[in-house]
């Protein structure tokens, strides 16, 4: 009689026709049936509810799966600040999709499972990391190949990939070890990824910091008799300081100071930002505070003190904003260029995600070409030369937010206002490119300025400022790399009517301007940073 009545109890279930209770004859002929089936070892019934969760995914081959997942989390976990998770749902189910194709359509070649699993994971590989894999291989060769290095880089990755196929396709070898090595480390990454990802959701900190920041209450009630001026609030991205202009360009942008202090404006010419990324940068002088990292910076856009000072003022809020930043929720209207039939590649993320791929063809293409890509950042900035001389006429009082992007790249102007040919849009390499685009948005700034008071009923403020100084490139072939210290330095211009000049520092921080701006017309007591 087996000792193992209970074991096969549990495993077998109880017949669905015995009596209720135990019935011990039934059990041992039940018993004695599954002891005489071929290949059936208690051993082997015992380990069966316990496979491990590694055993499963090389059993199943699951781990091409999962590791199609890994290249969009890990992008996503590198910009979890300002990407939302929403948008590697798509990229995801592509990629799942694309392996379910190739596991399907392998399936013909390879009739071996793990031979199939390991060809498709080499596949998914190259293509997920092919530019990537392409650039190191072209550096490597340029030295000895120089012009045909990159032909060579493409054939010696193609070919690698066919003879890697071949290989597995005639080998004799079995590959199950190979997939429980790969499964071990696909499964070790990703549980990285999501536990860091996990992790910044479930401790919300970026969210927690900007809601301490935005509950920070500084503020009085304005006497009856403040001034309440319609405020202009343009930032020019990545637009330097006249100090980096000269070091780094070899140009004297000193007749665009003079021509803005011609109309009445102080620049503040020693000017340091505290932040270099632009969400930060505009969330620093909206809310008048240095902003702590890892915090939701675009949040605190959105949501910005001086902005919701002004709305409980009596203000009306406009906003310019360049996809999605610089939109302010308590805007009556927002002022977007109109976007009809965008590609996918304006969007960082995506971009980035082909950019790495075999794909990365199709987004150079896109960049090439004048017609998607250049001209949407030539209408951009257009549009708001065009659009904020009408909004001076709307009733006041009124806070108008602007963000042009521009002089940052991609450099689609010259000095006059001309066309550049593509592919030297992002061509940080050549200094022109971007110091043409310069001096072309410093013209039509100090155009959009001069508007402004001429069709304003009354003095307005105006700031008009960098968000961060020149940053350059640290992309190969078309770097430029600039120093922190020439990061922060920024162009730095206010009208303020009324208010003594004299009493302002050439040093002024960005930090800094709407406390003067609320002490000064609103009647506020804020300190200076």
Not at 165 to 192: D, P
Request: aromatic share 14%.
């Amino acid at each position: 009689m087996p000792a193992n009545w209970l074991f096969l109890l549990l495993h077998q279930g109880t017949d669905a026709n015995a009596p209720h209770g135990f019935n011990k004859n039934l059990l041992e002929e039940k018993t004695r049936r599954i002891e005489t089936r071929p290949g059936f070892s208690y051993n082997t019934l015992m380990r069966k509810p316990h496979a491990g969760l590694a055993k499963f995914i090389v059993t199943r081959h699951l781990y091409v799966f999962l590791f199609s997942l890994y290249p969009i989390l890990f992008l996503y976990r590198q910009n979890i600040s300002e990407v939302a998770f929403s948008k590697t749902i798509p990229p995801m189910l592509v990629a799942l999709v694309l392996t379910a194709f190739l596991w399907l359509g392998l399936g013909f070649i390879y009739r071996n499972r793990e031979k199939r699993a390991m060809s498709i994971f080499i596949i998914l590989l190259l293509v997920f990391y092919y530019k990537l894999i392409l650039d190191v291989l072209n550096e490597i060769l340029q030295p000895m190949l120089r012009s045909a290095a990159l032909l060579i880089s493409h054939v010696l990755l193609i070919a690698s990939l066919s003879l890697a196929l071949f290989f597995i396709r005639r080998s004799e070898r079995s590959f199950l070890n190979g997939g429980k090595i790969l499964s071990a480390i696909i499964c070790l990454l990703l549980a990285w990824n999501l536990g860091a990802i996990i992790l910044h959701h479930a401790r919300n900190t970026g969210t927690r910091n900007a809601r301490q920041l935005l509950q920070k209450d500084e503020f009085q009630k304005p006497s009856s008799a403040a001034s309440k001026p319609d405020i202009y609030c343009i930032f020019l991205d990545e637009f330097a300081s006249l100090e980096s202009a000269e070091k780094l360009f070899d140009y004297d942008n000193s007749a665009f100071a003079e021509r803005l202090r011609g109309a009445g404006f102080f620049i503040a010419e020693k000017s340091r930002c505290l932040h270099v990324m632009t969400s930060y940068a505009m969330a620093s002088v909206l809310n008048m505070e240095n902003i702590p990292a890892k915090s939701d910076a675009q949040a605190l856009v959105r949501q910005n003190k001086v902005a919701r000072f002004l709305s409980e003022n009596g203000y009306e809020i406009y906003d310019f904003p360049f996809r999605g930043l610089a939109v302010q929720e308590l805007a009556r209207e927002h002022y977007f260029y109109p976007l009809t039939g965008v590609s996918i590649f304006f969007d960082d993320f995506y971009r980035t995600l082909v950019d790495m791929s075999v794909l990365f063809p199709l987004a150079e293409n896109w960049q090439n070409d004048q017609d998607k890509y250049s001209s949407y950042f030539r209408e951009h900035a257009l549009y708001i030369f065009e659009h904020v001389p009408a909004i001076v006429k709307k009733a006041g009082p009124k806070f108008v937010l602007i963000h042009l992007y521009s002089p940052h790249a991609p450099f689609v102007f010259d000095r006059n206002g001309g066309a550049v040919a593509p592919q030297h849009s992002l061509d940080y390499s050549q200094r022109k490119y971007y110091l043409e685009q310069y001096l072309y948005v410093s013209r039509r700034a100090s155009e959009m300025a001069e508007a402004i008071l001429r069709e304003s009923a009354r003095p307005p403020v105006i700031i008009l400022q960098s968000d961060h100084g020149y940053r350059g490139s640290f992309r190969k072939p078309l770097l430029h790399v600039i120093s922190l210290e020439e990061k922060q330095k920024v162009f730095l211009s206010l009208y303020l009517p009324g208010y003594p000049y004299s009493q302002l520092d050439a040093a002024l921080a960005p930090i800094n301007v709407f406390r003067i701006i609320l002490n000064h017309y609103f009647d506020q007591k804020l300190l200076l940073k």
